[in-house]
């Protein structure tokens, strides 16, 4: 399993599927793309070329993992929630490559949507070094904490949800309220993040907070 070849196969798969919708768009993507042999050859060619009907988000995240600038880490297979806070709260975030998988995949329609799926996560988690430390230090205050949660939300909040500390913590404790769970954090304005109540100043007190966290563990 290697980077570049994940990596072709994604950009292969998408000019085929580029191939159905416009064949002449299709056509001078392929010209470029058809000279790519080396790993150089398509850092090259992401960081020149537009590609023609890709989120500049998804490229911009196969660019930085080619040229080993965001730590990503490929696999093939659809990690667990846990596997997912874990790397998270080191800093990195998995990409599943599954060619071996045909047909629906969870609830992406195929394993190229499953695949960019991931590479949109990655660019939400990297894409400013600020949110960047302030994500890394909720996964850890995350993984720190004893909860007995389980259920979708539980899942997906600590596996699939790259955002602003603040929006983590609204999520969170609404999931608590719902579930009839009190907890108290040593967390800048835990009582009021989802009050009128909070401010800018206060959002940015709960970002300092996680920035600069150190996991117990």
């Known amino acids: 399993m290697d980077d570049f070849e994940a990596i072709y196969w994604f950009l292969n798969l998408h000019h085929q599927r580029l191939f159905l919708l416009n064949k002449k768009t299709s056509i001078k993507y392929k010209n470029k793309f058809q000279l790519v042999k080396t790993s150089k050859d398509l850092s090259n060619f992401l960081q020149s070329t537009k590609i023609p009907k890709m989120s500049q988000r998804a490229q911009l995240t196969l660019s930085k993992w080619l040229d080993g600038e965001w730590p990503i880490i490929l696999t093939n297979k659809?990690?667990?929630?846990?596997?997912?806070l874990s790397i998270q709260a080191q800093g990195k975030r998995f990409v599943s490559w599954l060619p071996h998988l045909?047909?629906?995949?969870?609830?992406k329609k195929d394993n190229w949507d499953f695949m960019l799926h991931d590479l949109m996560h990655a660019e939400r988690f990297f894409h400013l070094p600020e949110l960047y430390r302030a994500q890394m230090g909720f996964f850890q205050w995350l993984q720190d904490q004893s909860f007995q949660l389980t259920g979708f939300e539980w899942d997906y909040l600590r596996s699939d949800m790259n955002t602003h500390p603040?929006?983590?913590?609204?999520?969170?404790?609404?999931?608590?309220?719902?579930?009839?769970?009190?907890?108290?954090?040593?967390?800048?304005?835990?009582?009021?993040?989802?009050?009128p109540e909070m401010s800018d100043h206060k959002t940015q007190e709960i970002n300092h907070f996680f920035q600069n966290y150190k996991s117990k563990f």
């Open 78 to 84: 659809i990690p667990s929630p846990s596997e997912m």
């Open 102 to 107: 045909n047909g629906p995949i969870l609830e």
């Open 166 to 195: 603040l929006h983590a913590l609204q999520f969170l404790k609404h999931m608590l309220n719902c579930q009839g769970l009190k907890y108290s954090f040593d967390i800048p304005n835990w009582e009021i993040i989802n009050s």
